[in-house]
């Protein structure tokens, strides 16, 4: 598929930027695979906090489905209402678990077609090649399959003086890129199919599968989570695994250990995750933010609800509240007193 050669080909820049310190593939997945998470955290923590409000909902869910049992399309809308209401979306952590499948994907094409998608040679080139030795006799077919790329550059070393068409820095690249595919005694550019029992590559696709599998059933006991086991995530905690499991043994046993990797990985971020906002702390914060703000809104209505005049002599200070009665009388005194001194200086004057 066009999008996910794309995506290998985008992978394919970091996978060699890792290659080119560590001179090992299998190192240089799992620092991949490690930068990826730390990109993505920022999304699983607004995926912990959402199945923290998924929490919340559990009881509110079973009095409805007590309610309601006998009545699904019913029971259906009271749980949809429920969702509008409280925020929540059930579906909101299957994009999380399709993720490390498109990534897985990607990581397939820059493996499948390491010359163009992670050594970036350019595509004109790599077809010369694959045509020249496919009229090599008695090994023109190895050439001619899909995975033409990872054969040449797993037989470069005996092809390299016939392939004119790749300079000297090319060349270089190509055999080391070759070598850098041995980890742990694993050559992670041959399939586990192919190599059947002959090596150790078989515990690639049973790792892929026993590890997805654990994960997936510890993942909601970690976190409280029994809604985790509802909509799209009910079938993918055992789809997932088996489908995950089916690729690594089918592909190169790159794809297969970066699978493994993420899945050790994602465990580890979730484990971590629910220390920090597992679904109690979330819970908590939400009602305590919920009590601060029906105060104040109650606060508000009060405020309203006064009457005019007593509203503004209770916006005054207590020490202003004392000084207003004394100036009225300190007013009425002077008042007084200017007109009895009006009076006699009238009188006075009538007498003149």
């Not at 199945?51 to 006998?70: F, P, S, V, W």
């Not at 909101?92 to 397939?108: A, E, F, K, Q, V």
């Not at 094409?109 to 080139?125: E, F």
């Not at 550019?189 to 192919?194: G, I």
Request: hydrophobic letters at 45%; charged letters at 15%.
């Amino acid at each position: 598929m066009q999008i996910f050669s794309w995506i290998g080909n985008v992978f394919g820049y970091l996978l060699w930027f890792f290659y080119e310190f560590t001179k090992n593939y299998g190192v240089s997945i799992i620092l991949f695979t490690i930068v990826l998470k730390i990109i993505m955290f920022p999304f699983s923590i607004k995926q912990q906090k959402s199945m923290a409000k998924n929490t919340r909902l559990q009881g509110k869910q079973k009095e409805i489905q007590k309610k309601y049992g006998d009545n699904k399309q019913k029971m259906s809308e009271e749980m949809q209402k429920l969702y509008q209401q409280e925020g929540v979306n059930p579906m909101g952590g299957c994009l999380t678990s399709i993720i490390p499948l498109i990534i897985m994907m990607g990581i397939y094409y820059s493996v499948v077609n390491p010359l163009q998608n992670t050594l970036h040679i350019a595509g004109s080139k790599v077809t010369e090649a694959m045509q020249l030795l496919q009229q090599v006799p008695g090994v023109g077919n190895l050439f001619s399959g899909f995975y033409g790329e990872i054969d040449l550059v797993k037989h470069f070393d005996f092809f390299k003086d016939f392939l004119p068409m790749f300079s000297a820095d090319e060349a270089a690249n190509i055999a080391s890129f070759g070598q850098g595919f041995n980890f742990l005694g694993l050559n992670l550019l041959d399939t586990p199919q192919s190599s059947s029992f002959s090596s150790m590559l078989w515990l690639i696709p049973v790792l892929c599968l026993v590890s997805s599998l654990v994960t997936q059933w510890l993942m909601p006991k970690i976190t409280g989570n029994q809604m985790a086991m509802q909509g799209c995530m009910k079938w993918m905690m055992f789809i997932l695994p088996l489908f995950s499991a089916w690729i690594a043994y089918t592909v190169p046993a790159a794809v297969g250990f970066y699978w493994i990797i993420n899945t050790v990985l994602q465990f580890l971020q979730t484990w971590v995750l629910n220390i920090f906002y597992n679904a109690d702390t979330m819970i908590a914060k939400e009602e305590a933010a919920r009590i601060a703000l029906r105060e104040i809104e109650e606060k508000k209505v009060q405020m309203i609800a006064l009457p005019e005049g007593p509203r503004n002599m209770g916006g005054l200070p207590a020490s202003q509240k004392k000084a207003e009665p004394q100036k009225s009388a300190k007013k009425s005194s002077g008042r007084k007193k200017g007109s009895t001194k009006s009076t006699s200086d009238y009188l006075g004057s009538k007498k003149g």
